[in-house]
């Protein structure tokens, strides 16, 4: 089994900054594409960036220039660094991953847990 858990989130300023973790643990031969998504209270979930196994990142509009995607394969772990923070950044985020647990394994999609991030005054 696969575990993957965030860590980070909490109650920030407008204009402040947070840096969001997310460890894979358990059963892994290797991870794909890496990604964080975003729901906020009445609203879908949305992709917020993808990092790729090659280390290429992609953002949605929304965030670009202010939030980066990293990633330490010696730790199985992904980075959110958020900076400039607004109110509509407001939501719970969440880690997704790609997966193979054995060599030749299928690999498959994972899901964390959800940290709440806040921006309010």
Not at 88 to 107: F, H, K, L, M, Q
Request: glycine share 12%; hydrophobic share 30%.
């Amino acid at each position: 089994q696969v575990q993957l858990v965030e860590s980070g989130g909490g109650l920030v300023q407008p204009g402040g900054s947070l840096r969001l973790s997310c460890g894979a643990s358990g059963s892994i031969f290797s991870i794909y594409h890496q990604n964080w998504y975003r729901q906020a209270p009445q609203k879908s979930r949305g992709l917020v960036a993808t990092i790729t196994t090659g280390g290429n990142t992609n953002y949605a509009d929304s965030v670009k220039g202010r939030f980066t995607i990293s990633r330490d394969n010696t730790k199985n772990t992904v980075y959110l660094q958020m900076n400039s923070l607004k109110p509509e950044d407001t939501a719970v985020y969440y880690c997704n991953a790609v997966i193979s647990s054995v060599v030749g394994g299928t690999p498959r999609n994972y899901w964390g847990q959800g940290t709440q991030v806040t921006v309010s005054s």
